[in-house]
């Protein structure tokens, strides 16, 4: 994966990152918060979706890579159950690059 489809695919963590920020402080991000809920009341659905694009991106790019089937259906596991807008970065950035060396 190149750096620039690293990047594009890691849009969606972000985006949640940010989502949750406005939940962790509501105080000082009340406003944009509510600007962003008037602007598009399914604001969260859309994060919802896109998150599920790129798990389900991530899951078959596992999937099609030359790796023994239990490293398959580990990390298919650790991106559905695991905080996937985390692990789905850890893949992106560390383990992609490692299975396509072996």
Excluded: C, G
Aim: aromatic share 18%.
């Amino acid at each position: 994966m190149s750096s620039k489809e690293k990047i594009l695919w890691s849009i969606p963590s972000f985006i949640w990152f940010f989502d949750f920020s406005l939940y962790i402080f509501p105080v000082v991000l009340k406003e944009v918060y509510n600007h962003l809920n008037t602007l598009n009341p399914s604001y969260n659905t859309l994060i919802i979706l896109l998150s599920m694009i790129q798990i389900i991106y991530l899951i078959q790019l596992v999937w099609r890579k030359e790796i023994d089937k239990r490293k398959k259906q580990e990390w298919t596991a650790i991106l559905v159950l695991l905080f996937p807008p985390i692990s789905s970065l850890y893949y992106i950035w560390m383990k992609d690059s490692e299975f396509d060396k072996k």
